[in-house]
C-alpha cells in the first residue's frame, strides 16, 4: 500500500486478556520498528525489525511483550496478560534499510480496562 | 528513555506569525529529525539534519543544530492554521546502522486564525 497500515486503530481490553496488533508496512521497506506512546510523551522504541529478524527488542518492557514478522512484511505486536499501565498509542512505521526518515502509520490505541 | 527535550512545552501563535520550537539531546547523535503528530497518532517526518549539517531548509521549514551545544531549533515561517500541531526532535546515535530514535516529549504548537 501507499502508506504503512495499522490494525485495529482502537482497542479496548479487559486486564489480563491478550491482544495483538498488526503493521502492514510500506511494500519493499525492510526495516519495521514498533514503538510505544504514552499520553503526554514522545514515542518509545520497542523492538526493530530487519527483515523477518528482531535485529534489537531491547525496548520491550517485559517478558509479556514479543512480536514477530514471519516473511518479512506485516508484523503483529502480541501482549500477554495484559495490564492498565499497557494502555498507550503503539505505532509501527518502516523505512528502507534502516536509514532516514520513518514513514508511520496511525497507532494502535490500545486502552486495558 | 527520552532523549530529547522540546522548549516550550507549548507555543500560541496568531496565523502569520513565526514559530520558533527548540531541542536539546544528551549524548553524540548521528542524525537528528523533527517530526509532527496531529491529534496524538501517526507522525509525520519533517526533515532530517546530519551531525555534520548546521542548517537546512524545507519550504517553511528551517532547522539548525548546534552539535556543541547538543541542541537544534525548528522554525516554521508563516505559520498557519493547519500548522496546528505536536512537534518532536527524534535523535538516532552515531555507528553503523544506527535506526533507534529517542525521542523528546514534543512541542504542542497552537495556530490560531
Known amino acids: 500500500g501507499a502508506g504503512v497500515s495499522q490494525t485495529p486503530s482502537n482497542k479496548v481490553t479487559e486486564k489480563g486478556k491478550y491482544v495483538e496488533l498488526r503493521c502492514d508496512p510500506i511494500?519493499?521497506?525492510?526495516?519495521l520498528y514498533w514503538y510505544r506512546q504514552s499520553l503526554g510523551q514522545g514515542p518509545e522504541f520497542l523492538i526493530y525489525f530487519q527483515g523477518t529478524g528482531a535485529a534489537d527488542d531491547s525496548g520491550l518492557p517485559n517478558d509479556r511483550f514479543f512480536a514477530v514478522r514471519p516473511e518479512g512484511s506485516v508484523s503483529t505486536l502480541k501482549i500477554q496478560r495484559t495490564e492498565r499501565g499497557d494502555s498507550a498509542v503503539y505505532l509501527c512505521?518502516?523505512?528502507?534499510?534502516?536509514?532516514?526518515?520513518?514513514?508511520f502509520g496511525s497507532g494502535t490505541r490500545l486502552t486495558v480496562v | 528513555s527520552q532523549q530529547g527535550e522540546e522548549d516550550p512545552q507549548a507555543l500560541s501563535i496568531q496565523e502569520g506569525e513565526n514559530a520558533t520550537m527548540n531541542c536539546s539531546y544528551k549524548?553524540?547523535?548521528?542524525?537528528l529529525q523533527w517530526y509532527r503528530q496531529n491529534s496524538g497518532r501517526g507522525l509525520v517526518h519533517l526533515i532530517l539534519?546530519?551531525?555534520?549539517?548546521r542548517e537546512k531548509h524545507s519550504g517553511r521549514l528551517r532547522v539548525t543544530l548546534d552539535t556543541s551545544k547538543k541542541s537544534s531549533s525548528l522554525l516554521i515561517t508563516a505559520s498557519r492554521a493547519a500548522d496546528t500541531a505536536s512537534y518532536f526532535c527524534a535523535t538516532d546515535p552515531p555507528g553503523a546502522g544506527s535506526y533507534q530514535l529517542t525521542f523528546g516529549k514534543g512541542t504542542k504548537l497552537s495556530v490560531i486564525p
Open positions: 511494500s519493499g521497506h525492510t526495516a
Open positions: 549524548t553524540s547523535i548521528n542524525n
Open positions: 512505521a518502516s523505512s528502507p534499510r534502516g536509514m532516514g526518515g520513518y514513514t
Open positions: 539534519i546530519r551531525s555534520n549539517e
